[in-house]
């Protein structure tokens, strides 16, 4: 499903934060990147979203290079990778399911209003993190961890085949974090 071949990132023109790096993800693969920080992790799930550009190397999505797309092809290959945060990256004065909605804004020209049945998914994505009853609070009235869960039903708004969790559960306690990454592990097992 997604292929990295000699994948090269730097910033400088000198160091690399990601050096000749090559592996593949099978469908229904749950892969967990480990390494210091600052060896690289981040920069490489960036590049795979291209949120920033690799340097060198190939990005093989579905057996398609991806380095090279631009505008409405990129748009559109974006809605296949979603994104969870180590931040959240939450607009906090907003409500939890506006939030949760604009996981659908890949799939919205500029203006359009959400449809009854984006609202639907968004409270059955809510259902599904357990927080249904809380998407007319605003973000910044819950925990972190109920915060990330309001990022992974996000993620699940653009019916996603996979999802980069950027340290998903590094400013979490203990607890909140296995409940996070079993919601991830769930997620996996229905086929993301």
């Known amino acids: 499903m997604l292929e990295i071949k000699n994948l090269y990132k730097t910033y400088d023109g000198k160091s690399f ?5 090559s592996f593949e993800v099978g469908a229904n693969d749950f892969t ?36 090279a797309l631009k505008g409405a092809e990129l748009r559109h290959y974006r809605r296949n990778i979603a994104m969870v945060f180590q931040q959240f990256n939450l607009v906090k004065n907003l409500s939890v399911l506006t939030n949760v909605l604009t996981g659908r804004l890949g799939y919205h020209h500029i203006g359009s ?12 994505n809510l259902k599904r993190v357990g927080l249904q ?8 009235q819950l925990s972190g961890g109920q915060q990330q869960r309001v990022a992974i039903a996000r993620a699940l708004m653009q019916k996603p085949k996979i999802i980069l ?15 996070i990454m079993q919601y991830l592990a769930e997620i996996n097992r229905e086929g993301i």
């Open 17 to 21: 934060a990601v050096n000749d790096l």
């Open 32 to 67: 967990v990147l480990l390494g210091l920080s600052g060896s690289g992790k981040s920069t490489l799930l960036r590049c795979v979203n291209r949120l920033i550009e690799p340097t060198k190397g190939d990005v093989i999505f579905e057996g398609k290079s991806i380095v």
């Open 113 to 124: 209003a959400f449809t009854k049945q984006e609202i639907d998914l968004a409270m059955m």
């Open 133 to 140: 009853d809380f998407a007319r609070r605003q973000v910044k």
């Open 165 to 179: 969790a950027d340290e998903p559960v590094a400013s979490l306690d203990p607890a909140t974090a296995d409940s």
